[in-house]
């Protein structure tokens, strides 16, 4: 049995579940909100040592790390998602940390301060958003060539690559990054994966779901 710890608002949660959907693997999902602080509990500390959502437990084995479980999880299933092929799989690896450690980060920014700050009570930092949309100036017409050449970000067979940064870039609109709009390969690429199973089995779409859940929070 597969247990997967998160919240549905984590886009790092949303990259698990949609391997999962696209491996069509059953699961359950077990709210672990870190709002509330329950990633610091002593139970899932346990689980993972970061404190970080998303988690899994696969009968007994806990993994952290959404990119880690996900590349387990396509493994452990034979999944094209992460082919074989020590090359293929590298170049899945390349556009995989791009897209975490710099798109990921700069996005992360502009998300944090527009977003789950005031959700939160904390102060937004201006220079932080900034800074933010600055570097994401320079990321997206890397994704934009690389997807005007190719189907797919890791070329011509979709890969983890994929569902990591579709989870990344699904907070665009909720925070209000309007440049991603002048993209048109990217553009049509997300729309592409957003209208798959795997994508529309989660929500339609990720920044009206976590209106929907603001505003029901709010009484709305
Ligand atoms: N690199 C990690 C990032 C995980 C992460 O930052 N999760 C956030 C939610 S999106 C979290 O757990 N934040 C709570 C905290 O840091 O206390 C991954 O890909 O799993």
């Not at 696969?58 to 074989?84: C, H, K, M, W």
């Not at 890791?154 to 925070?175: F, K, Q």
């Amino acid at each position: 049995m597969i247990k997967l710890y998160g919240l549905g608002l984590s886009f790092n949660v949303s990259k698990v579940r949609y391997c999962l959907n696209h491996l069509n693997l059953q699961y359950e999902w077990v709210q672990t909100n870190p709002i509330a602080g329950e990633n610091r509990a002593e139970e899932y500390l346990k689980l993972c040592p970061t404190g970080k959502v998303p988690a899994i437990d696969i009968d007994g084995f806990t993994l952290f790390e959404s990119n880690a479980i996900n590349r387990y999880l396509a493994v452990a299933n034979n999944s094209p998602l992460y082919p074989q092929d020590n090359k293929k799989r590298a170049v899945i690896d390349a556009w995989m940390d791009y897209a975490s450690i710099h798109v990921g980060q700069a996005l992360g920014r502009v998300l944090f301060n527009r977003v789950f700050a005031p959700m939160t009570g904390q102060k937004s930092d201006e220079e932080s958003v900034r800074v933010g949309l600055e570097f994401l100036d320079k990321y997206f017409p890397v994704l934009e060539k690389q997807l005007s050449q190719n189907p797919y970000l890791a070329g011509r067979d979709m890969s983890l690559a994929d569902l990591n940064l579709l989870a990344i870039l699904d907070p665009c609109e909720l925070a209000q990054i309007k440049t991603i709009d002048q993209y048109p390969s990217l553009k049509k690429w997300r729309a592409g994966l957003k209208a798959q199973p795997f994508y529309q089995k989660c929500y339609k779409d990720y920044s009206q779901f976590v209106m929907e859940a603001m505003n029901a929070k709010a009484g709305k």
